[in-house]
């Protein structure tokens, strides 16, 4: 049986599927990743990987509904591993691969580029998609920090 | 109005009639919210003087995720569709690492004045 890693933190929260609450994610993750002493780069990694999967739940998943939520959780391991999950319960990625192919977009004219699921894999050590047709897409990203005592610029 | 986030930080503009080069100042956070208004401006000031050379200053800029990469990208369509040029000038650190990911300097120049890349290098060495 495999063990439940421990956790040192947790946090769970939910919001709104509007585009002003982009910003809000990304200051909630820096405001739980800062304790830990990050990179000036691994905080700007993640708050960029944070901000596309919620930009994606809110206007891919919820197509613009405003009355969408969307939920954020943020965990921290010993090893200095954190995870963030975004999910949505909007209409669902019918071809996965598809849609993390870069430039992929399935609206042009939204002049967005179809980035999103390149930049959070690349600014992060892992990124897995889970996505029902019709009942939304979970997206989880896992980055290690680097020990504080080693070389990076860090924020005091 | 019902605005939760302030940040209607639109371009600042700057045009030089000589050389009919056009300077936006960007600034505050560009995500997918506050790239609209900043696009709309943009263009705005583009159809009105038609630049031979359209700068997008992004020194100023603290944060861009790939909605910067889809304005910049929109920007060069629109200056390069009547033989106008668009640089991309004094992305910082984070910004130029974004660039690349999206192979954007293939296509669009980007400038980085000494100044900043000292200031950089400065800052390197005495971070932490």
């Known amino acids: 049986m495999r063990t439940r890693e421990q956790t040192v933190n947790e946090v769970k929260m939910s919001f709104s599927a509007i585009p002003e609450n982009e910003g809000f994610a990304r200051y909630a993750v820096t405001a739980l990743l800062m304790p830990l002493d990050p990179t000036v780069e691994e905080l700007s990694d993640m708050r960029t990987a944070v901000s596309e999967a919620v930009t994606n739940a809110i206007i891919h998943g919820y197509r613009g509904r405003k009355d969408g939520e969307v939920y954020m959780s943020v965990k921290t391991f010993p090893d200095r591993k954190i995870t963030v999950r975004v999910r949505d319960e909007g209409c669902g990625i019918s071809d996965i691969e598809k849609a993390m192919e870069p430039l992929y977009t399935t609206d042009p004219s939204g002049e967005r580029g179809g980035m999103g699921f390149a930049v959070m894999k690349s ?4 990124l897995t998609v889970r996505s029902a047709e019709g009942k939304g897409t979970t997206v989880t990203m896992t980055k290690k920090l680097s020990d504080p005592d080693q070389d990076g610029e860090r924020k005091v | 109005m019902n605005r939760i986030r302030e940040t209607e930080d639109l371009p600042v503009f700057d045009w030089d009639e000589k050389t009919k080069t056009a300077v936006f100042t960007v600034s505050g ?100």
Do not use: C, Q, W
Request: aromatic fraction near 6%; proline fraction near 2%.
């Open chain 1, 123 to 126: 600014f992060t050590d892992r």
């Open chain 2, 29 to 128: 956070e560009l995500d997918h919210y506050a790239a609209r208004g900043v696009r709309e401006e943009i263009d705005r000031m583009i159809s009105r003087y038609r630049p031979r050379t359209a700068v997008l200053d992004l020194h100023a800029v603290s944060f861009m995720d790939s909605a910067g990469i889809g304005l910049i990208l929109g920007r060069y369509d629109r200056v390069s569709g009547y033989g106008g040029t668009l640089t991309v000038r004094n992305p910082t650190r984070e910004i130029l690492k974004m660039l690349n990911l999206a192979g954007m300097e293939r296509i669009i120049r980007i400038e980085i004045n000494e100044e900043r890349k000292n200031d950089d290098e400065n800052k390197g060495a005495n971070g932490k």
